[in-house]
């Protein structure tokens, strides 16, 4: 009787769920949702290269990429003399820019030239001072509190770009896409179709932001904007994949390790498997015919 009355329950939830599932089925192929003005862009402009976002073709990329580490000392440079303006690296030490290839006396002398001081209170007072960077100290905030930063920014915080290649779908993609080729004219069918995504005052479009419009003024402008010592050309799709490059170091900076360890686990798993092979046929070579 039990059993009875819980199979007739189970039935009923079952049936209820069922009826639900197809009511939203039916739902959605009656009356699908209507195409947003990101959908739009995606399916209709320059932004639609492909699969949505350009392809920044990093070394690192892959299984077995490697940092170029050239490359990430361009990205530095366009972080340091654009970026560091509005947006702090607050994970990242001055200390880590060894990795990148620079000497300890390089690493120091950045550090001690580095724009924005550390906070350090004065010793007989306690007093808010501040003091030059050490190699051992993180990248300073740029603004001490979001309300600084929304002061500056036109009522918006910059993100913290240190790991902002992790939080963002896309990646190292999306940055350079976002500001190398994200500040486009905006399409005016595109108004046509949306009238409510006509630009407000003090944002951009930028045919890769979420949102359309968004809050930073377009930071790489013009080739040339910053002079590489390399003989690198700093035209302003070079400026964004070097950008790219070096912000998918500060939020990785272990990726070659990682990369290491996986290679070293297949050629591991490879001889084992080689050796397995090896003991059954040792182990039954004897009663096989
Ligand atoms: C004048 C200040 C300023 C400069 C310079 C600047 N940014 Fe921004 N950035 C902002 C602001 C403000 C936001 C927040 C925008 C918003 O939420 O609408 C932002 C947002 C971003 C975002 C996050 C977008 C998202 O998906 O939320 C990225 C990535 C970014 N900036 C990268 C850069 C890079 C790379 C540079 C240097 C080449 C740079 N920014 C230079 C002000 C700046």
Sequence with gaps: MVRAIAALVGAAFVFVLALALFGTVSDRIKTPPAETAAEWVQGRT????????????????????KYDRRQLQRGFQVYKE??????????????????????????????????IEQPSPNPDTGEAATRKNLPSDHFPLVFANDIAAKAANNNLVPPDLSDITKARHGGANYVYSLVGHGYVKQPAE?????????????????????????????????DGQVQYTDGTKPTVDQMAKDIAA???????????????????AMVFIA????????AYQNVWRDIKH
């Design 46 to 65: 320059e932004a639609a290269t492909g699969t949505h976002l350009l392809n920044a073709d990093l070394a690192s990329a892959g299984v077995l990429g």
């Design 271 to 278: 001889i084992f498997c080689f050796l397995a092979w090896g």
């Design 246 to 264: 070096f912000l998918t170091w500060t939020a990785e900076p272990k990726l070659e390790n990682r990369h290491a360890a996986g290679l070293a």
């Design 190 to 222: 595109l108004l046509k179709e949306f009238p409510d995504i006509a630009t407000p005052k003090g944002l951009y479009y930028n045919q890769y932001f979420a949102s359309l419009n968004i809050g930073m003024p377009p930071p790489l402008k013009s």
């Design 82 to 115: 654009v970026c560091s303006a509005c947006h702090s690296i607050r994970l990242v030490s001055f200390r880590d820019l060894a990795d990148l290839g620079y000497k300890p006396p390089e690493v120091k002398a950045i550090a001690n030239q580095w724009q």
